[in-house]
């Protein structure tokens, strides 16, 4: 019998694959976003109304990530901008090389930014990194105030959490003030967005943050 | 519920190892697992003999090394251990956050393996 140390990180396939993703996008000074979020939060509605805001002055194209339709990436398509849906079959999470994968074969146009809608799910998809340059965190209002305590580990990372369905909260017990404690107990660095993809209040400051941190991306890139 | 997926990426990494130098039947992998990783280590068990039945290291031990969570209270100033009954990282006692220093870790760390010429006969 042989025994080799082979000591190495047990994602280290994922995380290889994630450096060539990242690699590419700053060769090509593309801003790349992996928005997660459990389900019916708001992520999708959310990605629509950004390219209602943004489509017009930069090119956006997504990823959209589901165990069984391609009904999310349908609606971003209907938006007008490229999208490939990856269908996990089940699993709970993507990973850089469905993303690898999906890109080759979408062949997307050159784009400015690009959109990567996880599976709905607050746990797992928090362990893969994609090769994003931020990792965005959605909290609908009905899901309450209680989840960045309850799911550190997805609002510790996350470089934005966004409030959504903000519209919502006469409607339902939501304390916007408990949520940004949490937060800034989790990750003192993290940003939170109070928004609403109805009345499109945050709406502005959202994308006016993808905007600025697509053209920091570039100004680094010069 | 990913640890399906975890114990594809080490069978993949291992037998990528094994083919490296020379290939053959993986016996035992041990691997570091942290408290903090987000893995159950009895899923992960499962897991991974559901990933290596039916093939050719279907008799291969899983050997999980766990490592507890290591955290720092910089305000405090001495290493904490987790909270009862929580995952936070804020110190039990004065409640101000913890500095991880351990127990994050999803590491291999040996394989060992039976070449197929030690067993007079070839498969690869």
């Known amino acids: 019998m042989t025994e080799i140390d082979v000591r190495q990180r047990i994602l280290a396939a994922n995380e290889a694959a994630a450096a060539e993703v990242r690699s590419r996008y700053r060769d090509e000074g593309t801003l790349v976003i992996n928005l997660i979020s459990s389900p019916g939060s708001g992520k999708t509605t959310l990605l629509e109304k950004t390219v209602a805001r943004l489509g017009g002055r930069l090119r956006l194209a997504a990823i959209e990530g589901d165990i069984a339709t391609e009904r999310d990436a349908d609606r971003l398509r209907a938006t007008g901008i490229p999208a490939r849906q990856i269908l996990t079959g089940g699993a709970c999470h993507l990973d850089a090389r469905q993303v690898q994968g999906a890109l080759a074969e979408a062949a997307f146009p050159a784009h400015d930014i690009l959109l990567i809608e996880n599976v709905g799910n607050l746990i797992c998809p928090t362990s893969y990194d994609l090769g994003e340059d931020l990792k965005v965190a959605l909290l609908s209002v009905a899901e309450g105030d209680d989840k960045p305590f309850k799911y550190p580990a997805i609002f510790s990372r996350a470089q934005v959490t966004v409030i959504t369905k903000a519209d919502l909260l006469p409607h339902v017990t939501f304390d916007v003030a408990a949520v940004r404690q949490q937060v800034s107990v989790l990750n003192p660095q993290g940003r939170l967005l109070v928004t609403s993809a109805r009345s499109g209040e945050g709406m502005g400051e959202w994308c006016g943050l993808l905007e600025d941190l697509l053209a920091a991306k570039r100004a680094a890139r010069a | ?124």
Do not use: N, T
Request: aromatic fraction near 4%.
């Open chain 2, 1 to 124: 519920m990913h640890e399906m997926g975890i114990a594809m990426s080490i069978l993949e990494s291992c037998r990528a190892a094994v083919v490296q130098h020379g290939g053959g039947r993986l016996e035992e992998v041990s691997v570091a697992v942290g408290e903090l990783s987000a893995l159950e280590p009895d899923l992960l068990q499962f897991a991974w003999e559901a990933v290596v039945a039916g093939g050719p290291d279907a008799a291969c031990r899983l050997a999980i090394d766990w490592r507890p969570a290591r955290q720092l209270c910089p305000a405090c100033g001495e290493e904490k251990p987790r909270a009862p009954g929580s995952w936070l990282r804020l110190c039990p006692d004065c409640a101000g956050p913890l500095r991880l220093e351990g127990g994050d870790e999803l590491d291999i760390l040996h394989v060992s393996f039976v070449s197929y010429d030690a067993e007079g006969g070839g498969e690869e």
